[in-house]
């Protein structure tokens, strides 16, 4: 029996049967960790840390490394430093990196002046005690899941300059009058642009949608008590109520237009007018074209611009907490 | 002999792979039939094998073609393939990470840079051996374009196509318009069609691609062959006045392509060469797979691009489309003997029944089944002094698709085109490989 306890642990941390001890000793050892949640909680932070390791500081930090070495990405070895010239070739060389930086600024004006508006819109609409509301919630959601493969389908189908639904409305399909949707560069990003709204609205709806639900009722009766009219119950306490909301809301709106990328590639493989500095990054990256070296270069100036809207964030999140 | 340990990786994998699905008996005689072909050194008439097929060909006509070229090798060699296709671009586009990762035992590719690049970073599989067996049935050219940098061989061609002017015979025939020699001719006639109030030249660039096709031509016939395949390789600069000649001599041709090119793949030109709404569209002979009215499929004809500064028309774009091994399949005997199937006449004509836009390679191909309009394909490639592979088979991918796409898209957009600009990418391109 006298064989179980170990010699090698330290009374402290061993609930010994000596009974001995003075009783505020006893109280701190009450308040401390036993084993078995230390290392519950030790394996509950360390597999996130790992995860977020492996997954997301690892990549950055061999982005950032292979930014600045020429490698071909397929054998180990042949690492050849050199210098800045993968991003000399970004900012000065590459001829579609400023149209690109230039598309991401419009896209980013255009959901946040147009897109997020009318997802807000949306949402205030659909919160009404309005018959079926549910259904409608359903209907603008949609196109939020559905596969980047059909809304190519979809679009095509709209936009087709020979059969497209705007061409046949505008009774120009099939002429040489007819719009070149997405090959006519001065209109291709726009045509992109209202397929990305059509997206970005429903999900910024459901998020204002529980944002509206999370706005606690009495505010409005007291506000409507007060002889408020429903604008100004909207824009004086329901909209600055849900500031929690809105603040993610302009990440997530900067965010969607930094990584905008799935429907431009869809349509030409982001050529032609529709340069995003993301495609930019796919196409030196993952494409049959790859440069590691050039496409990591992309990359972590893309990180350096995410930083912006995740540093804003991050700060908010903390110092609202401290308050 | 060296087959021997390759053999027993195939019959553990076989047998993990089966056992993975449970069916123990079968592979118990997976094992069995694989030990018979290994120790047979690769006589091809083992049967029972198995082995993947990665496929690029999406497109209805391909598809259905390899998938009778598969089942007549299943019928010869009682082997059994499985075939996966994906989208032919992204398969392309795919093609590093697919290589590295779990790639099937044989697969799609095409002659030429691309073919060479795998192979120098020893990421596909060496068919040398199926070569020894097959090799007769191929001229030099076709050999010399299955041979990678180390003089192995690494690819199996099946069929090629040139590209060139279609046209309807009949339209041509009503309107009075002849085939052009020259280029002055080819302008000239041109101009009438758009008098005439249609589309001279069907184009399609949405894809990025097809432009290469007229760039490749034009720069073949206005600085030869040689200059051609070293610029490609960057071993000639893109900043000389001999490539400004190349575009200026397109800036002439540009006013009589189509101008929604932008928006187009090359099935929507093709429809309108199909329709009459173009007279003629430079492309691959692929084209006449849009064409499933048999009526303008027979009308559809064929003229080489005209003579521009170099004499005559003898340098051909004719593109080489076959199967190639990964290293994994290198080791499946299966895999080996459908690459060998392939360089037989009987396995190309499995394929050419289907799929007759395209020329068979084998010599011993059956060709009586060949229209007068295939005959003149093939004549073509068999007259050929030279044969380029299509500027993203010759140049380096990086180039082809990062490079090239945008500034041709830009150049058919506005005219004009930055050589500086492709020169110092190139510069950077390059010495990235």
Known sequence: ?323 | MAAHPGGFELNRRSLIRGAGIGAVGLAGTQLLAACSGGSSGGGGAGGGGSATFGSNASDEVPKKAYAAFVSAFEKKSKDTIQTKTSDHNGFQEKISNYLQGSPDDAFTWFAGYRMRYYAKKGLVGDVSDVWSKIGSNYSDALKQASTGDDGKQYFVPNYNYPWGFFYRKSFWQSKGWEVPGTFDELVALAKKMKTAGIIPIAFADKDGWPAMGTFDYLNMRINGYQFHVDLCAHKEAWNSSKVQEVFDTWKELRTYQDPSALGLTWQEAAQKLGNKQAGMYLLGSFVTQQFTDKAVLDDIDFFPFPEVKVEGTDSVEAPIDGLMLSKKGAQNQAAKDMLAYLGTGEGQLAYWKVDSSNIMTAKDADTSGYSAFNKKLGDVIANAKHISQFFDRDALPAMASNVMIPALQNFTKSGSIDLANLETQAKSLYANQ
Do not use: C
């Open chain 1, 1 to 323: 029996m006298s064989g179980i306890q170990p010699i090698g642990l330290s009374p402290a941390t061993t609930p010994g049967p000596e009974g001995t001890r003075p009783p505020a000793r006893a109280r701190g050892r009450l308040r401390a960790l036993t084993r078995r949640d230390a290392v519950v909680l030790a394996v509950m932070v360390a597999i996130p840390t790992l995860i977020q390791l492996v997954l997301v500081w690892l990549p950055t930090v061999a982005s950032i490394v292979l930014s600045f070495f020429r490698w071909d990405g397929l054998t180990l070895g042949g690492f050849q430093f050199v210098g800045a010239a993968n991003y000399r070739f970004v900012f000065a060389e590459s001829p579609a990196f400023w149209p690109a930086v230039l598309h991401n600024v419009v896209w980013l004006l255009f959901l946040a002046v147009i897109g997020t508006p009318l997802g807000l819109l949306l949402a205030v609409l659909l919160d009404q005690p309005i018959r079926g509301s549910r259904i409608y919630q359903s209907i603008f959601f949609v196109p939020v899941m559905l596969s980047v493969a059909l809304i190519g389908i979809i679009w095509q189908l709209f936009y087709s300059q020979d059969n497209g639904l705007l061409n046949s409305l505008l009774g120009t399909a099939g002429t040489p009058r007819a719009v070149d949707w997405f090959g006519n560069s001065n209109v291709n990003l726009w045509a992109a642009l209202v397929a990305a709204t059509w997206r970005h609205a429903g999900y910024i709806m459901i998020l204002y949608l529980a944002g509206l639900k999370g706005v606690d009722p009495s505010l409005r009766e007291a506000a409507a008590l007060d002889g408020a009219n429903a604008r100004q119950i909207f824009f004086r306490v329901v909209f600055p109520a849900m500031a929690p909301t809105n603040v993610i809301i302009v990440v997530i709106t900067i965010i969607e237009s930094l990584r905008a990328f799935d429907i431009v590639y869809v349509i030409n493989g982001a050529t032609n007018g529709l340069e995003l500095v993301s495609a930019l990054v796919i196409q030196y990256l993952v494409g049959e074209g790859q440069v590691i070296g050039i496409g990591s270069a992309f990359a972590v100036v893309l990180l350096v611009i995410s930083l912006v809207p995740i540093v804003f964030y991050l700060s908010r999140t903390f110092s609202t907490k401290e308050r």
